[in-house]
Structure formats: structure tokens, C-alpha cells
Nanobody, 125 residues
Framework: QVQLVESGGGLVQAGGSLRLSCAAS????????MGWFRQAPGKERAFVAS????????YYADSVKGRFTISRDNTKNTVYLQMNSLEAEDTGVYYC??????????????????WGQGTQVTVSS
């Protein structure tokens, strides 16, 4: 079992920044690819970013490229999502997820088998 807890969400003005954290317990994250997804009101959960075990491979949704950065600190069992130049369209609940079957990051929702409870990000325009 892997327990994931997100934090760092909140209300921010457009153009601002937030840093989300995802802390794991139960197992070390050091063997798993990790991802961030988000769900806007009335929409399906969508891929945001993912990272390999080593941190050397990262993928981003086109809508966040150049603005968001995913990173991880395996010694702290934590994954981060730095979000800059936030836009109103970035509003939603952000979830981190672990793929315990692979060290290679996926962009697919179904690849991830453990999820956090989510943290709300609201960007005011």
C-alpha cells in the first residue's frame, strides 16, 4: 500500500505561482514513476506531468509546458509540481499518482494505481 498526500494548493491570482507537494508513506517512492493529474469542474481528470524514478525523464501536457516543472526528492519520498504563470484555466483539483509497476513515466490515467486525495488550486483572473 502507498499513501499519497498532496499539499500546497490554494487561491492565487493569474500570473502567480504555487508549489504542490506529494508526500508518500507506506512505501518508498524511489522505485515508482510518478504523475500529476488535474480535474476541472465538469471535466474529466487530465494528465499534467509525469517523472521517471531517476527524474531524468519528464513529460508534460502541452497546456503546461514551459510553465510547470515536475521534480522529485526520493530521499524525502516527495514529488513536487512547481506551477508558474498560472492561468484561470489551471483551476481544478490536482492529484498525484504512483505507478508501482513501472519506473518509466506514463501520460495515461490507467497506468497509475495509487492516488492521493487531491488539493484544490484556484486561479482568479
Amino acid at each position: 500500500q502507498v499513501q499519497l498526500v498532496e499539499s500546497g494548493g490554494g487561491l492565487v491570482q493569474a500570473g502567480g505561482s504555487l508549489r504542490l507537494s506529494c508526500a508518500a508513506s507506506g512505501r518508498t517512492l524511489g522505485s515508482y514513476a510518478m504523475g500529476w493529474f488535474r480535474q476541472a469542474p465538469g471535466k474529466e481528470r487530465a494528465f499534467v506531468a509525469s517523472i521517471s524514478v531517476s527524474g531524468g525523464r519528464k513529460y508534460y501536457a502541452d497546456s503546461v509546458k514551459g510553465r510547470f516543472t515536475i521534480s522529485r526528492d526520493n530521499t524525502k519520498n516527495t514529488v513536487y509540481l512547481q506551477m508558474n504563470s498560472l492561468e484561470a484555466e489551471d483551476t481544478g483539483v490536482y492529484y498525484c499518482a504512483a505507478d508501482t509497476t513501472s519506473s518509466w513515466p506514463s501520460v495515461t490515467y490507467g497506468s497509475y494505481d495509487y492516488w492521493g486525495q487531491g488539493t484544490q488550486v484556484t486561479v482568479s483572473s
